[in-house]
């Protein structure tokens, strides 16, 4: 199980949040996602067999936010 933390900006409220949270959830291979809406970090615990930093970039802008690598 890999970790890794995504900076996403365009996070203010809960909403935000959950809508971050669950677009990565849906991905195969995530197991864990902890959204820090004052930091905009994002902690992704996921199985980099079945998942990937794109794909996870891909499924969080696809909710209108930007990932700042």
């Known amino acids: 199980m890999a970790e890794r933390v995504l900076t996403v900006e365009g996070m203010s409220c809960g909403h935000c949040k959950m809508a971050v949270s ?8 995530v197991s ?3 959204v820090n809406l ?8 996921y ?5 990937g ?4 970039k891909d499924a969080i802008e696809d909710q209108g936010y930007d990932v700042v690598e």
């Open 22 to 29: 669950g677009a990565l959830k849906e991905l195969d291979g």
């Open 32 to 34: 864990s996602v902890d």
């Open 38 to 45: 004052e930091t905009g970090k994002v902690d992704v615990a």
């Open 47 to 51: 199985d980099e067999a079945k998942v």
């Open 53 to 56: 930093f794109d794909q996870m």
